[in-house]
Every structure is written in C-alpha cells, then in structure tokens.
C-alpha cells in the first residue's frame, strides 16, 4: 500500500474525547459505535484507550485521570492538548451523532483497506480465489456490526416466545429470571428479569431494605451475583441483617450484646450459608449515581453480576446543581434503568413513600419526589404492614392476620400486571418469607410434657 492520508476529521475526534471527559454520561451512549479504530490521529487514539481503561477500572475517565493515565503509560504530550480537548468538546446531546461521523470515516477507511487487500491478492496466483472471495466476504459483512450479539430479528423474538409457550404447555414450571424466593411473585413474574429496573416503595419502618436484602439473599442462594449498594448502611452492618437471618438471633443483639455460647454456635452453624454467596460491595461508589453506573459496569465486566441491589433513591446525588428534586430522581430511575437494559441485568431500586396519615394504604401517587420514577420502571412493588399502624388489610385481605406479616402490593407489572400477596415478616432479623417455609420464634408453641 501507498503512503496516504486517508478519510479523517482530527478535529472531530478530538471534540468528541473531550465530551467524553467532561461528562460521565457520553461514554455509555456511545461506546458501542465507537472503537479505537475510530481515531484516525494515533495520540487521540492512545487517550481513548486510557478513558477505556479508566472506565473499566470503574473511575471515572475525566480530565486529570486520563492526563495521569497517558504518562504512565509513556505517551509523549502536552498537558495543554487534552485541556484544549475539553475546552472544545461537543455538547453532550449531539455526542452521538459525532461519534456516528467517526464510525462512518472509520468504515470508508476499512472498505479503503479491502478494495486494496482484493486488489494484491486478486493479482497473487498463489491464494486460493475462494479464499480471496471468502475474506473480502467476511470483512465487507462484518464492517458495519460490532456488536453482533445485540442485533435481533423479528423471527429470533417470535421463536423466544413460543420457546415461552411450549415450556408452559409442558408444565415445566423452572423460572426464566432469578428467583426471589417468593413464590406468588416468582410464579407470575418467572423471577427477576434481566433488563427490568424494580421498584420497591414504602414508608419509613415498613421494610424496604428488609425486603431488597430478603430477595438479594435468595437470588444469591440460588447462585445468582449480586451486588448492593447502599447509602446508609456499610457492609459489615448488611452482613450482619444476613447472618441475623440465617441464624434467628436479632441483628442488634449481634452487634452490641454479649452474647452466650449457644447463640454463638448457632451463628457458626449457619454463617458457611453466607459465606458462600456471591454478593459484592462497593463502599467507595455510593455518594453519585454517575459513580455507581460506572461501578456496575466494573463489576459486571470482573464478576459478570447478574443483578443490583441499590438503596436508596432519595440518598443518591447527581452530578448537577440545577436538577429538581423531581428531575434528579428520574434520572437516577432512567440510568438504572438503562444499565440494566445494557448489561442484561436486573436492578432493584428502593425508594420512599410520603405519609399520609389519614390512609397508610400505599399508592403510586405517594411516590416522594417523583412519580417519573414509576414510568423507568418495569416493575412497582409496595410494602404495607398495617401492624405498625394498628390496622386491618383492606380489601381482599381483610381476614389476614397482621402480625408478623406485609402486604406486597405489585402497583405497577410490564408484561406480568398488578397483583397483591401476603409475605410473613419477622421484626427480630427484619426477614420477609413465604408463610409455611418458616416459622418465626413467636409463632412456635412450646410443647407441654405429657401428665404421665
């Protein structure tokens, strides 16, 4: 081949990588277009290869990160060179169609590329001429898809759901997501759903953590990945719900009694069960939701996660002042909800209710902050204890027991409709269970001695 300069927009380039670097929001739009080969210039090419890297290390990729990237890597530059990237970034709502301009030059390079390996090897008696043919095939068919796997037909969709159908006509009742060990939901949601954002809402004290920690636990059981976040408690004090939960013996009383011997040998009997789940942390991803996304994708990409346990919504910032309250929320609902559907995983958001004293009854419109919420999410469960209240179930419930037990009510359910069950609650190890799978210590009747 000749020496030449090719099909190239330097300054493109350029403008695009400083978006990137000024907003953690640029890269996940465009990543999948956009590959190294997309930079004509080599050193723009060398400083999307340390925003890659620095995004897969779950940081985020800004200005200095990829400045101190580039030197230890032993890239030659002027420091100036990426401060005036930045200066002359593109907006973040057009990054997209930039980043479209580099994989369009990108393409007209490699078709450049082809039509002069056809030409050489067309001339060269010595290849096969099926080969040759074969070859160009390949490259020409494979040039514009990167990402292959996500390219769907409608008859590959139409085949997955009769796939569906024939298991249900057998009978065959194995769940299609990852179970959350509750049965009324798994049996007509098939479990927790990859690409699904859940919501789960409550009033304070009504056991939204309890509840997200409760279906984290049983999808790791059933040997699913998964990851939590969470904006008030540390991983030491999640350990310790999970290990009240195994063992009976109430989370405080693990943390600040002394406790006896027995107590003891009953949380070393049990602990192996956690110690053998796949549940990941990440203390220092918690304070923005730019930060968690970045460390979802981390994570996935280390331990391939299958699913996102994140509490709360309300705790969670953003990295922009001017955002409402209402505005904020639903960014955090709209960027979990995307992940998700990136990464094929399911996310279980926890977020609060308003109280309204007059009906704890909760409702969709009771959503604090932002009823945008609802709308991200494929799923709305709510959580109601009327115990805490000193109430009854309303209707069709009335007769139910309320101690020691919740309402679940799924307000919201794409693709499985809305629907209400009763979970059983024990305060003491905040566990929510299928009533029958477990008998809570004050429900157990001591067994009288018999007269004789």
């Known amino acids: 081949m000749d020496n030449r300069t090719l099909v190239n927009d330097i300054d493109c380039e350029k403008s695009v990588l400083g978006a990137i670097m000024n907003n953690i929001n640029c890269l ?6 956009l590959t190294l080969d997309c930079f004509y210039s080599e050193f723009n090419r060398n400083v999307f290869r340390s925003i890659l890297s620095i995004e897969d290390r779950g940081n985020s990729a800004d200005i200095i990160a990829v400045t101190v990237d580039l030197k230890k890597n032993g890239v030659i530059f002027e420091p100036f060179d990426i401060v005036k990237m930045s200066h002359e970034a593109f907006h973040p709502t057009t990054i997209y169609q930039h980043a479209a301009h580099l994989f369009d030059l990108n393409v007209r390079r490699n078709l450049w590329y082809a039509g002069q390996q056809l030409v050489t090897e067309s001339l060269d008696l010595t290849h096969d001429i099926v080969d040759v043919h074969a070859n160009i095939s390949d490259k020409l068919k494979n040039m514009f898809y990167n990402s292959q796997d996500s390219i769907k037909k409608i008859s590959d969709a139409v085949q997955e759901v009769y796939d569906r159908m024939n298991k249900n006509a057998s009978g065959n009742k194995e769940l299609t997501g990852t ?21 789960i809402a409550a009033e304070s004290s009504m056991g939204k953590t309890s509840l997200g920690v409760s279906m984290m636990r049983n999808a790791a059981l059933s040997g699913a990945k998964v990851v939590m976040y969470s904006m008030e408690m540390s991983s030491a004090q999640i350990a310790t719900r999970l290990m009240s939960i195994e063992s009976g013996i109430p989370s405080n009383e693990i943390s600040y009694s002394q406790l006896r011997e027995d107590q003891y040998q009953k949380i070393d009997s049990t602990v192996t069960n956690i110690l053998n789940m796949d549940i ?8 923005t939701i730019e930060s968690i996304i970045n460390s979802i994708r981390s994570l996935h990409s280390k331990y391939e996660i299958q699913g996102v346990l994140v509490d709360y919504a309300q705790l969670i910032s953003v990295k922009s002042e001017r955002l409402t309250e209402e505005a904020k929320l639903a960014t955090i609902a709209r960027q979990l909800k995307n992940i998700a559907k990136e990464l094929g995983i399911w996310v279980v958001l926890l977020s609060q209710l308003n109280r309204d004293k007059d009906n704890p009854v909760p409702s969709l419109n009771r959503l604090r902050g932002s009823g945008q919420m609802n709308e991200a999410a494929d799923v709305t469960m709510l959580i109601y204890r009327p115990e805490y209240y000193g109430k009854r179930y309303p209707e069709p419930f009335e007769i139910e027991d309320t101690i020691g037990t919740a309402m679940i009510d799924v307000a919201k359910g794409r693709n499985i409709g809305v629907f209400k069950f009763i979970l059983g609650f024990e305060a003491k ?4 269970y299928d009533r029958g799978q477990f008998i809570p210590n004050y429900q157990q009747k001591e067994e009288k001695p018999l007269p004789f």
């Open 179 to 199: 179970p959350t060990g509750f049965e009324k939901f798994d049996k007509r949601s098939g479990g927790l759903q990859k690409s699904d954002l859940i919501l």
């Open 280 to 287: 990941y942390f990440d203390e220092k991803s918690n304070a």
């Open 28 to 33: 996940p739009e465009v990543r999948d277009i």
């Open 429 to 432: 190890t905040t566990r929510f």
